[in-house]
Each structure stands twice: as structure tokens, then as C-alpha cells.
């Protein structure tokens, strides 16, 4: 157990629908992670928050956005959702936002978008 | 940003020792190299981290040369449940770029 807790697990809904995921940060790390990992892909980076403030941005997509809220939860938000944006997506945290810290990733949620 | 790279894939037999390299030609000087393995519908897991020379623990070795271009994952004596993609990060300090790719990583099979 990593201690990062994603909810749900499993997500089913349909295209132009929108959806929140839920990321809780193993206790006392300040840094939450979004990567998105489709069939045969690797993990694709989203965004990065760091004690409430966004810290870094990958290829999101402007349909999607996160935030992170004062308890330091993160919620990673799909709109408009399009039949490729059905994945795998894992949240991670670490204690700070140093280049060589470890993540911790949650168990993911499985987003299935019909 | 720090790029790697190392092999798509690997085939071993169960007991023989897996040997991953990953080459960084352009390693900065307080970059560390770090190592997550994933099994199918998990989130990546730490493995092992290193600066130089030799790291290891309960899990693999991480071996470094002096000149810090290359590194390997050596995990010894591997099982079914060993099966698994491996990836190997540099860190940058340069930028907070290292943790935004892992890459395609190295799929390890492992046979009976």
C-alpha cells in the first residue's frame, strides 16, 4: 500500500459526459501528480501541484483541469469526455518538489468512456 | 531535460539474474537515477535509487560507472511475479522536467 488513495476505482460514462477523479496524498506530502496511461502507451504526464499552487504542466488537454484543495487532496476534472479519453489514470504524491524524490502512486482509476 | 533510454523488451527464465541498462549521455551533476517497476493496472513502484558506484537493496542492484552515462538494474534470480515494465528516470535539477515522462520503459517477461 503506497498510501495514495484514488476514488473511484472504475468510472463508466459516455462521450460528452464529465467526470471527477479523487486523489488523496500520502499524509504530510505536499506534491500530487496526474499521469494519464492509455492501452500501449506509456504514462503521459498531466500536471503537477504542489502545496495548493499548479507547479507543472504537461499535455493536458484544455477539457481537463485539477486542483488542489487546502487538505491537500487533488481532483482531476475531464469534461466533454471523447471515446480516447478512456484510460487509466494514476495520481502520485511526494513530500516536496525536489527533481530526485520519490513518487508514490495510488492505484488508479480505470476511466471507460462509451 | 535529462532524456533515457533504454530496451523495449526482455525475455528471461525464472532463477537468471535480469540485467537493464539504460543509457543518460547527458546526466547533469546532481542528477540521481531512479527506478519504478509497474505490473498491469498498478501504479508504478520505487524500486532503487542511485548517485554512483553501486546501490542495493532487498529487491535489485543498481549498478553506476564512474562516468554516470549509463546504469543498470540487475535483479537477481527472478521470478513469474518479476514479470513486469520497468522504468528508468534521471532526475534533473536543472528543471522539474524528470518526472513529467517515464518513457515506454523496458517490459520484462519472465517464463517458467
Known amino acids: 500500500d503506497s498510501g495514495v488513495t484514488q476514488t473511484p476505482k472504475h468510472l463508466i460514462t459516455a462521450t460528452g459526459q464529465r467526470v471527477t477523479l479523487r486523489c488523496s496524498p500520502r499524509?504530510?506530502?505536499?506534491?500530487v501528480y496526474w499521469y494519464q496511461q492509455s492501452l500501449d502507451q506509456g504514462l503521459q504526464f498531466l500536471i503537477q501541484y504542489y502545496n495548493g499552487e499548479e507547479r507543472a504542466k504537461g499535455n493536458i488537454l484544455e477539457r481537463f483541469s485539477a486542483q488542489q484543495f487546502p487538505d491537500l487532496h487533488s481532483e482531476l476534472n475531464l469534461s466533454s469526455l471523447e471515446l480516447g479519453d478512456s484510460a487509466l489514470y494514476f495520481c502520485?504524491?511526494?513530500?516536496?518538489?525536489?527533481?530526485?524524490?520519490?513518487?508514490?502512486f495510488g492505484s488508479g482509476t480505470q476511466l471507460s468512456v462509451l | 531535460l535529462a532524456k533515457t533510454t533504454q530496451p523495449i523488451s526482455m525475455d528471461s527464465y525464472e532463477g537468471q539474474e535480469v540485467n537493464i541498462t539504460c543509457s543518460h549521455n547527458n546526466i547533469a551533476t546532481n542528477d540521481y537515477i531512479t527506478w519504478y517497476q509497474q505490473f498491469p493496472s498498478q501504479g508504478p513502484r520505487f524500486i532503487i535509487q542511485g548517485y554512483k558506484t553501486k546501490v542495493t537493496n532487498e529487491v535489485a542492484s543498481l549498478f553506476i560507472p564512474a562516468d554516470r552515462k549509463s546504469s543498470t538494474l540487475s535483479l537477481p534470480r527472478v521470478s513469474l511475479s518479476d514479470t513486469a515494465v520497468y522504468y528508468c528516470?534521471?532526475?534533473?535539477?536543472?528543471?522539474?522536467?524528470?518526472?513529467?515522462?517515464f518513457g515506454a520503459g523496458t517490459t520484462v517477461t519472465v517464463r517458467a
Open positions: 502520485a504524491s511526494s513530500a516536496q518538489d525536489r527533481s530526485n524524490e520519490k513518487l508514490f
Open positions: 528516470l534521471v532526475g534533473d535539477s536543472r528543471s522539474n522536467d524528470y518526472k513529467l515522462s
Open positions: 499524509s504530510g506530502d505536499l506534491s
